[in-house]
């Protein structure tokens, strides 16, 4: 072959491609690669893959209610498609702007007083030295976690009630008058986020405990030496050993900011406070199992997914702009 020749072949050749090299692998050949290679490790997932399927991506198939005239007894494929005629009856629905309202002021209560909690007593038990007495600490604010949202009502009752409360009582023999805690509007919002804090703040600070646990313990020696003090190690080095885990935390937390907890609104609420508890969580129950106008619920749960994963995004963006890990 001569020279010409060689060179008019070498040209024809595809980039990149020499003589002996492999082929690119193809994704379904790396993926064989890579489930034979950690097969172990993908059956220790297979439980959590098989609930996240089934109990959140088989779900979905259901948003299509939100777009048909459903009925139980035709199905979905021969209900009625109706588009989007149950999204503007949502949407112009005078209840509508109080269900907002009342969720995202819930929402916020929770961020701006319940979500630093966790944060201060991790902070506050980890600068505890005596081991017998941090354990004990941490189990008797991790209690209140395993009670029912029944129980936590009910021990509420019993301390606020207008009746026989212990606080009425003691205000009573003081001189003072009954305070209706349980019935007034203006109170509401604040007893259903003392009644989280009580119940997971305690709970919370375990994520923030083993975040603390991460921390290189020789940055501590390395602030000692410079003479911090307890103050200003907290300050310039656990804060920041913590600050990506709380980011974390915060974007997820907004990504729940519609769901409010519906157990807890649903036993606290009557009629003097009907104004100030009726959020997204028991009107899609008052609507669509009560009424079974399963279609408009829909609507309604769709609407707060939507919102949740908008924030989520956002959020993460932002914390990347600033230069962050974010949650993805």
């Known amino acids: 072959m001569s020279h010409s020749q060689l060179e008019r ?4 050749l595809p980039a990149g491609r020499s003589e002996g090299a492999h082929p690119k692998k193809t994704w379904v050949q790396e993926w064989q690669v890579a489930l034979k290679r950690d097969k172990y ?15 959140k991506y088989v779900p979905l198939w259901g948003l299509l209610l939100a777009f048909q005239n459903f009925s139980p007894y035709l199905g979905f494929w021969d209900s009625e498609w109706v588009g989007f005629k149950y999204f503007a009856e949502f949407f112009g629905n005078p209840d509508f702007m ?41 189990t008797v604010i991790y209690l209140p976690h395993f009670l029912s949202w029944v129980i936590i009502v009910g021990i509420c009752f019993l301390i606020l009630g207008e009746g026989s409360g212990v606080v009425n009582q003691l205000i009573v023999e003081f001189g003072g008058q009954k305070i209706q805690f349980l019935t007034e509007p203006n109170l509401f919002w604040a007893m259903l986020t003392a009644q989280s804090i009580w119940k997971e703040a305690g709970w919370g600070t375990i994520i923030f405990l083993a975040a603390l646990a991460g921390i290189n313990s ?22 920041p050993g913590i600050k990506s885990t709380i980011i974390v935390l915060l974007i997820l937390r907004l990504g729940q900011v519609m769901d409010v907890g519906f ?16 959020v997204f969580d028991t009107y899609v129950y008052r609507v669509g199992i009560q009424q079974g106008r399963f279609s408009y619920a829909t609507v309604a749960g769709l609407f707060k997914s939507v919102v949740g994963l908008i924030l989520v995004v956002s959020a993460n963006r932002l914390a990347k702009k600033f230069g962050e890990e974010g949650l993805y």
Request: proline residues 4%; charged residues 15%.
């Open 9 to 12: 072949l070498q040209e024809a």
């Open 263 to 278: 157990e807890q609104i649903y036993l606290m609420a009557s009629g003097p406070v009907a104004q100030v508890a009726d």
């Open 218 to 239: 020789e940055l501590y020696e390395a602030a000692q030496i410079d003479g911090a003090t307890r103050w200003q190690q907290m300050r310039n080095v656990t804060i």
């Open 41 to 55: 490790l993908y059956v220790m997932a297979a439980p959590g893959l098989l609930f996240f399927l089934i109990f």
């Open 98 to 138: 109080l269900l907002f309202r009342n969720t995202m002021a819930i929402s916020l209560l929770n961020i701006v007083f319940f979500f630093p909690i966790p944060i201060v007593v991790a902070l506050l038990l980890n600068e505890v030295r005596k081991l017998a007495f941090k354990k004990f600490i941490q």
